[in-house]
């Protein structure tokens, strides 16, 4: 049973896809009985050497959506045009999608799926949240039956490179990511990852499969790893956490929450072994407790596996003839304001080490309604250091127990607010 | 969309099952878009408590799998007949099933594959291996473009709470198995648990989807952990090691292999960190690098849960009236004779503490052809214990190797014999 393969993008990812379509499928045609055979590849350069043979590939997208020869579409391009519009064109051909594109499905996932299910044609995205970890599927599929309570996760391997890093070799933060950028773990421009944005829209992803709700992009809370620095990683470690970028989809009794924001995990917590560019996604619900799938984040060889899986599927669907069901339903969600999300917050003040600081700093946080678990007093003299942990109260509580801090003369600095995520106490 | 959902079975699994259809089919449908409804459940003893109302309950099996209303059959009674005809029974009416028999799905396995693609319908067995953990769609769905190499875990919760409870409180395998009793984690007749056969089962049904290889049960190789100590547990805390009971599915030059039997797995390998009755599956590939799946391995809710996830897909797939291309493909494989597998054994030998002794044991390894890693003496005088890791090798030398050993005289006991597995070295 022939399908022929179109690939949009002939990068790392839409490469090693089609050296696998070419090369692997002799495994592919005994595992599924499928013959896939590689059409066409969009790419933008047709002069740049690539790991398939250069007849395969064209510089004209369109071409490749329309070859009558194509009957499956796999979009690699990234970003929103003129990925959208391709995508859009091969679902109205009646031509099954699938794409790694997690900007274009975050943004654009209900529009996407209508039209999908109004062709009677697959969308599939496994690969566009934790690279060659199968998640998509068990969230939509497999977990369609546990109302799951949250969804959490290291879900880009760029900044988990740079905190091991940092937190490895007590490197600064600028040191690390230059290195990072060296080794091509970093791209040029680094925005994208480090600023939280590209986690941003995976954990939309997931709380969309987790919690049938598809929160905006401008609605999910975002903060980057720019600002934390090796003191705080240091400190961390002392007090038994380590410090990774996590990725928050949770159902919370005000509705849906995502965020993306450094956290203090603690040093037994699953995730806190999870080093280097490697990805975990936590799944925590009342039947299953907690699951944890883990695995290569990132990387051509294990985004094409993922994709390729897609591949697999949507081609056995349009072979079956079948109008396939819907694997995504979006329901109606409320998104919870930030505000109102309760976390836990370690905070590290530069004070005066004079009598009284203590109590004012209490004082500060039991008027605004968040109350302390644990403070460590670092150093003596003129510099001290108090370290807080705080139990959990909501965000805007703990935004006014930061500002009444800031009005404190003993209180020097508010050095650094970092979350804490996982703890039992 | 209405679908009619007959249950065999109504114990832990089904009960909670049947509680989660009429409790909680709203989230189901809000999920899905599916209404799922409970028509029947067949039950051993009428008279019996359950968490659903009696009006559902029969004692006649084959009332629930020939109800016209019932359009999707849940198999939950385990072990071979009658749970056989009835799935052939349902399969031959038209009616997909869904399976946690992992006793039948590894036995006869390719049988029901074939009869379900004969009559158009599915057949998924999701929680007849790691019960709450997506690990049979991933295998035979996400990875089908991966060529694995292997497959390993801890499959069986009773025997990793056994060795957890013994690793962690010091106490002998007889003690810690009575609790597990008391605490119903272990069976009145613990053997299928204790002897491997559950692991062994579960092990064969990951080499077919990995490798689309069906491992005759009793090509197995399968060893329990009746005869592990709590001395070797310690012996082996002190070279770094944890005692698992693992299933292997590996692919070798010489076939596929399959096994299952205690090994030392080095304290830092993410396999070492699964604790009490959790479960976890470790996937390799070339492509992947390594995939760690873990969560509840057992349990009502859990297991109700993964069924739940295989009644959405079937019942999608039946009201697609699409003839489901099969899941599985059965390929001609060769099954490894366990003589050429290639292990590492760690050795505990009593042994007379005089000179010649070590040379002498060298020299038995040197003649079988197994090359020796690591020798540590433990005690003086008289009694002197020692263990040894050695290199791999392949099963056949090793069974050489003992055979000479047991020639030494100065050996005064082989006293045991593990496998080494996750050793990077």
């Known amino acids: 049973m022939r399908v022929g393969i179109g690939i949009l993008g002939g990068g790392v990812v839409g490469g090693s896809l089609a050296h696998k379509?070419?090369?692997?499928?002799?495994?592919?045609?005994?595992?599924?009985?499928?013959?896939?055979?590689?059409?066409?590849?969009?790419?933008?350069?047709?002069?740049?050497?690539?790991?398939?043979?250069?007849?395969?590939?064209?510089?004209?997208?369109?071409?490749?959506?329309?070859?009558?020869?194509?009957?499956?579409?796999?979009?690699?391009?990234?970003?929103?045009?003129?990925?959208?519009?391709?995508?859009?064109?091969?679902?109205?051909?009646?031509?099954?999608?699938?794409?790694?594109?997690?900007?274009?499905?975050?943004?654009?996932?209900?529009?996407?799926?209508?039209?999908?299910e109004a062709n009677g044609v697959s969308l599939l995205f496994e690969a566009a949240v934790g690279g060659g970890?199968?998640?998509?599927?068990?969230?939509?599929?497999?977990?369609?039956?546990?109302?799951?309570?949250?969804?959490?996760?290291?879900?880009?391997?760029?900044?988990?490179?740079?905190?091991?890093?940092?937190?490895?070799?007590?490197?600064?933060?600028?040191?690390?990511?230059?290195?990072?950028?060296?080794?091509?773990?970093?791209?040029?421009?680094?925005?994208a990852d480090v600023s939280g944005a590209d986690a941003a829209a995976k954990a939309a992803i997931l709380a969309g499969l987790a919690f049938g709700v598809w929160v905006d992009l401008d609605r999910v809370y975002m903060e980057g790893i720019e600002h934390i620095s090796s003191t705080d990683i240091a400190f961390a470690a002392r007090l038994g956490y380590v410090v990774k970028l996590l990725g928050v989809a949770e159902s919370t009794p005000d509705g849906v929450s995502v965020r993306v924001h450094p956290a203090l995990v603690p040093d037994n917590h699953p995730l806190a072994a999870v080093r280097g560019a490697q990805n975990a996604v936590f799944v925590s619900g009342p039947a299953l407790g907690e699951l944890l799938f883990s695995?290569?984040?990132?990387?051509?060889?294990?985004?094409?596996?993922?994709?390729?899986?897609?591949?697999?599927?949507?081609?056995?669907?349009?072979?079956?003839?079948?109008?396939?069901?819907?694997?995504?339903?979006?329901?109606?969600?409320?998104?919870?304001?930030?505000?109102?999300?309760?976390?836990?917050?370690?905070?590290?003040?530069?004070?005066?080490?004079?009598?009284?600081?203590?109590?004012?700093?209490?004082?500060?946080f039991g008027e605004a309604g968040v109350s302390i678990r644990s403070v460590w007093q670092e150093g003596r003299g003129e510099d001290a250091t108090l370290l807080l942990i705080t139990h959990a109260a909501p965000e805007a509580a703990h935004a006014k127990a930061q500002q009444r801090l800031a009005e404190i003369d003993t209180v020097r600095q508010v050095a650094s607010v970092i979350r804490v995520v996982g703890d039992t106490a």
């Not at 199968?134 to 760029?158: D, H, K, Q």
């Not at 294990?302 to 591949?311: H, I, K, N, R, S």
């Not at 329901?331 to 370690?346: E, R």
């Open 295 to 364: 695995g290569p984040g990132a990387g051509g060889d294990p985004t094409a596996t993922a994709v390729l899986g897609d591949v697999v599927t949507a081609a056995r669907e349009l072979l079956a003839h079948a109008p396939v069901a819907p694997r995504v339903r979006i329901g109606a969600g409320v998104v919870a304001d930030f505000g109102q999300v309760d976390t836990c917050h370690y905070l590290r003040l530069e004070v005066d080490d004079a009598p009284g600081v203590l109590a004012a700093i209490a004082g500060a």
């Open 133 to 191: 970890i199968p998640i998509i599927r068990p969230l939509s599929e497999s977990l369609a039956g546990e109302r799951i309570t949250s969804v959490m996760g290291i879900v880009n391997g760029t900044t988990n490179f740079i905190l091991t890093k940092m937190s490895e070799d007590g490197l600064p933060y600028a040191d690390v990511l230059a290195e990072a950028q060296r080794l091509g773990y970093a791209e040029a421009d680094p925005t």
């Open 21 to 116: 379509l070419l090369t692997e499928s002799d495994v592919i045609t005994a595992k599924t009985g499928l013959d896939l055979e590689l059409v066409k590849v969009a790419v933008r350069d047709l002069e740049k050497q690539r790991p398939f043979p250069s007849s395969y590939a064209t510089d004209r997208p369109e071409d490749v959506v329309d070859d009558p020869d194509v009957g499956l579409v796999v979009e690699l391009m990234g970003g929103m045009e003129p990925a959208r519009s391709l995508v859009l064109r091969a679902l109205d051909a009646g031509k099954p999608v699938v794409t790694a594109n997690k900007q274009l499905v975050a943004a654009e996932g209900p529009t996407l799926f209508q039209r999908a």
